[in-house]
Every structure is written in C-alpha cells, then in structure tokens.
C-alpha cells in the first residue's frame, strides 16, 4: 500500500516561488494500477517522483509498504528503491550495453551473481516478449521495443511496485495500446502495484482501475474510473473527461423538455437506445449533446434528450430511462453546461 498524507512541494528560484504540491492525500491498494492524470503542470511528475524520494517533499509523509520513505537514511533509501522501480517517457537505456545487459544492470548494483543475472534477465526478455533481442542495442531497436525493455529492467529487482512517468507518451497509438497491455498482464501475473502517471485519459482508460486528477498542484478529483468517467464533478475533470467541451442549450428548442441520461457502466453500448426507445413507448426524442464512450464494453458518461413538451411523454421516458440497470435520468431546467 502507498499513503499519501499532507504532502507539499514547493520550488524556489529567480525570486520566485512555486507551489507544485498542495497538500496531497491519496491511498494506492496493493495490486491497484492508479492513474494521476493532469494537464501540463499539473503537478504529476513532481508526485510520482516523491513516492521514491527523487524528490524530496516539503512537508507530509510518503508510507509505501508500511514505511515512511522521507524517513529513510540514504542507504535504506536505496534498497527501498529496489522495490519501487520506474520507467520514462524517454526509456533511458544504456545506449553502449545491450539490451541482456541493461536488465542486469541493476542486479549488478544490487550485488546479484552475474549467472543467476542473465538468467533473471532471460527470463524478463521472455516476459515482455523480446527474447530474440538479448544480443540487440538499444539504438537497433523501434521505440515499443525500448519501452518493453526499459519494463524487464524495472522488473529485474523483484518490485513490488512500478512507477510509469508518461512512459507511453513518445509512442505511436497501436505501440502505446501494446505497452497498456503488457503493463497490465504485469499486474495481473505479478500482482505489482502500478501507478501511471500521464496526461491521456485513453491511458486512464484502458488499464486503471481508479485515478486522481491533478489540477494546479492539488487533488480535485478522486475515485474509480468509471465513476469519474460517468459523471465527472471538477472542471479539470470534465475537460480531460470530455475534450471537446460541453455545449451549452439556453433554452429549448421548439418549447422542448430537456432529460440528462448518465451512463454509469450500463450495458448498452450496443444498443440504439433512443431508437429503441421511440418503438418502445413511441416518444420521439432529439440528442441535444452526447460524451459517452465504452470502457470494457460498458457504457460511461451523459447524454442530454430534447422531448416534448408534454408532461405523460416526458413521465413515459424518465420511467423507461430508470428501468434500465446503471442509468439515471432526471428532467434538467436552465442552462445545460
């Protein structure tokens, strides 16, 4: 388990003064693969450095396992590391070692025999499925390669936690779509403790099981994905949630009702539900908005319905709406943001 508790960090310079960290409270569960999402600036990286001391935090305390990090001399610092391994945005192999060496290089550090080394090494080369490229340098290699070994040396020391700093960000979508995968099989065989860092909600997305958003250095939302996906509160939230914005409707259309849908993990992602629906209970209804998407075949998010301005038609649709499992649906007045 990761604790998080009050933590601040501020930098100093050029008569300035800086709050990159504001008073962060977070709980990571063994076995979680948790996304902290935000902006450029946001605060991300400074966080994820402080949970293995490259940065050291102002204030608060940073538990990981049972033990307080910020507490640690630097030789327990040190072997602490070795269970809190890391990967980058850039890879930062050893350019003039091959890549069988570069998984052994921190088992060398770590005073492993070279023997038991190349065969712990093998093995990860097996894992990330590169076991032709022992021989192979980095430069030789494309960049999901370089990431799939940047991933065998962050598992050469057994950890039992991995910290990913936008370690997909370089990468092409269907490269980046391998890596998610491979970095949840990981988890899942392995049971290590994943925590993404990244500014992609598809990240968050496609492999998280909860995430904290991160806007201005503080945390303004936190929760399990589909929560957050469903209907997120923030405004730093919605924007990464839903990009494109939301369309605002000053009033009706044609003395129309307006009724907000919420996806919250509803099976229908298959179905044409307003379609569905006009057959149904025959009640036409407009989409005025919609910023739904399916996560593990479940749909996730809001819709808004324009519908007559008839009080059974408007009763016969927030009636059936509610039938369905993981809908809510409620009459909306006013502006819709």
Known sequence: MIEIKHLY??????????????????????????????????????????????????????????????????????????EITMIFQGFNLLMQRNCLANICFPMELAGVKKSEARKRAAELLELVGLPDKAKAYPAQLSG????????????????KVLLC????????????????????????????????????????????????????????????VSDIFAAPKSDAAKKLVFPGGDEVFTEAANGERRIRVVFNGANVTNTPIIATMAVEINVLASILSASTRSINGSAYGSMLLGVPNDDEQVKKVLDYLRSMPDVLAEEVTGDVR
């Open 9 to 82: 960090r501020t930098f100093e310079g050029g008569g300035r003064k800086v709050e990159a960290l504001k008073d962060i409270n977070l709980t990571i569960n063994d076995g979680d693969i948790y996304g902290v999402i935000g902006m450029s600036g946001a605060g991300k990286s400074t966080l994820v450095r402080c949970i293995n001391m490259l940065e050291c935090p102002n204030s608060g305390q940073v538990i990981v396992n049972g033990r307080e990090m910020n507490k640690m001399s630097s030789s327990e610092l040190r072997s602490a590391r070795r």
């Open 165 to 224: 700093d936008e370690a997909t960000s370089a990468l092409d979508p269907n490269t980046t779509h391998s890596i998610l995968s491979l970095i949840k099989e990981i988890n899942r065989k392995l049971g290590i403790t994943v925590v993404v860092i990244t500014h992609q909600m598809s990240v968050v997305e496609e492999i998280c099981n909860r995430v904290a958003i991160l806007d201005n250095g503080s945390v303004v939302e936190e929760g399990k």
């Open 144 to 159: 999901g390669q370089q990431q799939r070994i940047a991933i065998a040396r962050a598992l050469a020391t057994n950890p």
